[in-house]
């Protein structure tokens, strides 16, 4: 008897422990989101959307990488707007692309999202949001600080605990 009560609370700890790991990719309430909304969603929309995106996956991530507080990601952003707005011509302009563009740094519409199994209401968030053309495509998304944009759980992830696991074996 004492066995199976000592497994039970065992169980109950593990799979508490477990719960928090899997909302510790939430996105916390002090975040900035990034979206790129493309002008439609041809293939040449949906090109530009991508590279878009991947420059600043590479370029703005690693203006922050060393950033640990909102404040300072906030003005890395705003002093770097020109610079990334500069880049995106130069997407642009290689790819003969000639639809207007928008970056916008403040607190932007996002609908209801969902990331990493979190719904997250609808509403105006702070974000950098780069809308091309008349924005009608299908938008790509992230947390720009915090980092979350290399963690998308939505599609890849898995997750598995062991303890978990050995717990549903056992009971």
């Known amino acids: 008897m004492k066995r199976k009560i000592f497994l039970l609370v065992l169980g109950l700890i593990l799979i508490a422990i477990y719960s928090v790991s899997e909302t510790e990719l939430s996105i916390p309430d002090s975040s900035i989101r990034l979206r790129v909304i493309p002008n439609s969603n041809n293939s040449m929309d949906i090109n530009i959307k991508e590279q878009v995106k991947d420059y600043l996956e590479t370029d703005v991530y690693t203006l922050l990488k060393e950033t640990n507080d909102i404040d300072s990601a906030r003005n890395i952003i705003n002093n770097n707007i020109p610079k990334i707005e500069t880049n995106i011509d130069n ?76 717990f549903n074996k056992i009971f």
Do not use: R
Request: glycine share 6%; charged share 25%.
């Open 91 to 166: 997407i642009f302009k290689d790819n003969n692309y000639n639809i207007p563009y928008e970056v916008n740094f403040g607190y932007n519409y996002f609908p209801e999202k969902t990331f990493a199994g979190e719904n997250y209401q609808e509403g105006y968030y702070e974000s950098l949001v780069i809308y091309i053309g008349d924005a009608k495509g299908d938008n790509w998304w992230c947390v720009l600080f915090p980092n979350f944009c290399l963690v998308d759980t939505e599609k890849d992830t898995e997750y598995k605990s062991y303890f978990k696991e050995l």
